[in-house]
Antibody, heavy 115, light 108 residues
Framework: EVQLVESGGRLVQPGGSLRLSCSGS????????MAWVRQAPGKGLECISS????????YYADSVKGRFTISRDNSKNTLYLQMSSLRAEDTAVYYC????????WGQGTLVTVSS | DIQMTQSPSSLSTSVGDRVTITCRAS??????LAWFQQKPGKAPKSLIY???NLASGVPSKFSGSGSGTDFTLTISSLQPEDFATYYC??????????FGGGTKVEIK
């Protein structure tokens, strides 16, 4: 069974930093492109970052470019999102998503940016 | 960016009804269109990819159609477990994908 489990979300002050993790199991993690999608409270979905299988190519939405960094450790079956210079508008549930087809989603982890 | 516009934004309907949701792209996306279902407090779930192909395990009461700029998601006979919010997504410009604003299907 494919499983994606996010962790690391918490309350953080504006300007702060946070690292999210996503552990994958039930599939060959290194064979899949991975992405992060976020959803602000009561709002829609936004794909903010993705990474190719070997980490050689990354994508960032304009809203997070220069502040967030996606990475992966295929030996640990883990995807990361390093978030810095956090703003109130980054408050959201962050989902880890598998593949270009977005076929499997984690349960999400809540990041709250507030003083 | 390609803009995705869903309509309606919400609808009230009854169990057993046939429901159609539309999604319009701001430019031609061929058939690079997916649909997702999200229930309250849960992660989205893949329903349809390439405009009309059912994702694994998705019941045949869901169907998708369209190409170019206009697409539809149809639920043939709404059941209680189908009350949710539905999102379309274009991936023509992958990895710069965009989602529609969502359609909330509620019980009348």
């Amino acid at each position: 069974e494919v499983q994606l489990v996010e962790s690391g979300g918490r309350l953080v002050q504006p300007g702060g930093s946070l690292r999210l993790s996503c552990s994958g199991s039930g599939f060959t993690f290194s064979n899949y492109v991975m992405a992060w999608v976020r959803q602000a409270p009561g709002k829609g979905l936004e794909c903010i970052s993705s990474i190719t299988t070997n980490g050689g190519s990354t994508y960032y939405a304009d809203s997070v470019k220069g502040r967030f960094t996606i990475s992966r450790d295929n030996s640990k079956n883990t995807l990361y999102l390093q978030m810095s210079s956090l703003r109130a508008e980054d408050t959201a549930v962050y989902y880890c998503v598998r593949d270009r087809d977005f076929d499997y989603w984690g349960q999400g982890t809540l990041v709250t940016v507030s003083s | 960016d390609i803009q995705m516009t869903q309509s309606p934004s919400s609808l009230s309907t009854s169990v057993g009804d046939r429901v159609t949701i539309t999604c319009r792209a701001s430019q031609d996306i061929n058939n690079h269109l997916a649909w997702f279902q999200q229930k309250p407090g849960k992660a989205p779930k893949s329903l349809i990819y390439a405009a009309s192909n059912l994702a694994s395990g998705v019941p045949s009461k869901f169907s998708g159609s369209g190409s170019g700029t206009d697409f539809t998601l149809t639920i043939s006979s709404l059941q209680p477990e189908d009350f949710a919010t539905y999102y379309c997504q274009q991936y023509k410009t992958y990895p710069r994908v965009t989602f529609g604003g969502g359609t909330k299907v509620e019980i009348k």
